[in-house]
């Protein structure tokens, strides 16, 4: 215990040395313009349009620093330019939007675009050396292009579109050190969209990342776990909210969301440990950890799951049940595992509904294709049977159990 409490330790410290950020304001109108940009981060949000709401705008993806971007737009929603979005062309009339603050600019000749650059050869590769977690794509590229991500399913299967590309790939070395990948091959979508294809060996995947090296763009696709234990696992939990942040509050006993979330994450803890697995906690304590920080220490740490502990909460009294929520598809049965045991959790006789297993969800933990990753909403705080339920040490004892229950039944999917 003393080495998994050290880990631990590590990592809460590099968690709270972070700074965080957050933008938000309401659109006034797009303003033409013609500048060439590069991100700055390496988590630069590339959003679909200019709609949002409480979990923000929907991504279409999240970008490397140093992308170039062909900036076509200026929309101000707010009064100072933290608040600005640039409007992008990545292919024919496909746009999106990104955060200003995080794109640095020069002007562009008129009429100027990045396309048509010509993609080079490819090397498919596995780790050799211990530990021996992943296989790699290098796909060379004269520039840092854009590009946006999707998981496929039956078969398993990851899409990256290139966009700027045009293929000059004449051959694709594999060595047989892949252990994960069946297949890779590339289809020229249209003149500005290249298509890479990246077929998996297993059904379920295991997450991939995807970031430069100099001018090649990496995919690094991550093996599944050498055996369907928890044991040997490194399984990342994340109390909801925290500090400041409180969460909902219960409707008749004023039960803050943040208390519950850490009790019934650390008690998760003791039991995946208890099982074998090495446990990295978000938070130990009531404090305000921010988004980004969150997600920049995961990068760091990549565990080989997370599950982050939410409590539901409704304007409509009436509503709830338990539930959990996923954004790619890839990751679904994740999230079906973890439902399919959260719902027989029980006091006694009292129990509560299934409240469903919601697919998509733009909450910022579930947008990360590195790990399998699953949001559980527990019962409603609103609802003031489901809150009795929540308040009792031996429900919120019972859904920790159901998580690792459901956990395990997944990692046990081939």
């Not at 700074?19 to 938000?24: A, K, L, V």
């Not at 920049?296 to 709830?320: E, W």
């Not at 539930?323 to 595992?337: D, M």
């Not at 527990?378 to 429900?395: K, M, V």
Request: aromatic share 8%; with cysteine; hydrophobic share 35%.
């Amino acid at each position: 215990m003393k080495d998994s409490n050290c880990l631990r330790f590590l990592f809460l410290l590099i968690i709270s040395l972070m700074g965080s950020t957050r933008t938000s304001a309401q659109t006034t109108a797009i303003q033409d313009t013609l500048l060439t940009g590069y991100t700055t981060s390496s988590l630069t949000p590339l959003y679909y349009g200019l709609g949002t709401d409480r979990l923000g705008g929907a991504r279409m993806e999240t970008l490397d620093s140093g992308v170039v971007l062909t900036i076509t737009g200026r929309v101000d929603r707010g009064p100072d330019t933290t608040q600005r979005l640039w409007r992008i062309r990545l292919a024919g009339a496909l746009t999106a939007f990104v955060p200003a603050a995080q794109v640095t600019t020069d002007t562009l000749p008129t009429g100027h675009s990045p396309t048509g650059l010509l993609t080079g050869n490819w090397t498919v590769y596995g780790d050799t050396a211990k530990p021996a977690r992943f296989d790699y794509v290098a796909i060379r590229l004269p520039a840092r292009l854009p590009y946006r991500s999707q998981q496929q399913v039956d078969p398993s299967r990851i899409l990256i579109d290139i966009f700027g590309a045009t293929a000059n790939t004449n051959w694709i070395t594999q060595l047989r050190s892949v252990q994960a990948i069946r297949a890779v091959w590339f289809e020229q979508l249209t003149d500005d969209v290249f298509r890479v294809y990246i077929d998996l060996k297993q059904a379920q995947s295991w997450g991939y990342s995807i970031y430069y090296r100099q001018s090649t763009l990496i995919v690094r696709v991550r093996r599944p776990p050498t055996r369907r234990s928890l044991r040997g696992l490194t399984i990342a939990v994340d109390a909801g909210h925290g500090g400041s942040n409180t969460g909902a509050r219960g409707l008749q006993s004023g039960l803050l969301e943040k208390n519950q979330t850490l009790d019934v994450a650390q008690r998760l803890q003791k039991r995946l440990e208890r099982a074998g697995a090495t446990v990295l906690m978000t938070r130990l304590s009531d404090t305000n950890i921010g988004p980004s920080d969150r997600i920049r220490a995961m990068r760091r740490a990549l565990p080989d799951l997370l599950v982050s502990i939410h409590f539901n909460s409704s304007g409509n009294t009436a509503v709830r049940g338990v539930s959990t929520y996923y954004k790619h598809v890839g990751f679904r049965r994740l999230s079906e595992a973890v439902l399919n045991q959260l719902v027989r959790a029980r006091v006694g006789k009292a129990t509560t509904s299934e409240f469903g297993n919601v697919g998509h969800f733009n909450f910022f933990f579930n947008g990360p294709t590195d790990y399998p990753n699953v949001l559980v909403e527990g019962p409603f705080l609103s609802n003031s049977a489901d809150e009795a339920l929540i308040a009792t040490e031996q429900y919120r004892e019972q859904m920790a159990k159901a998580i690792r229950r459901g956990i395990k039944r997944f990692v046990r999917q081939k």
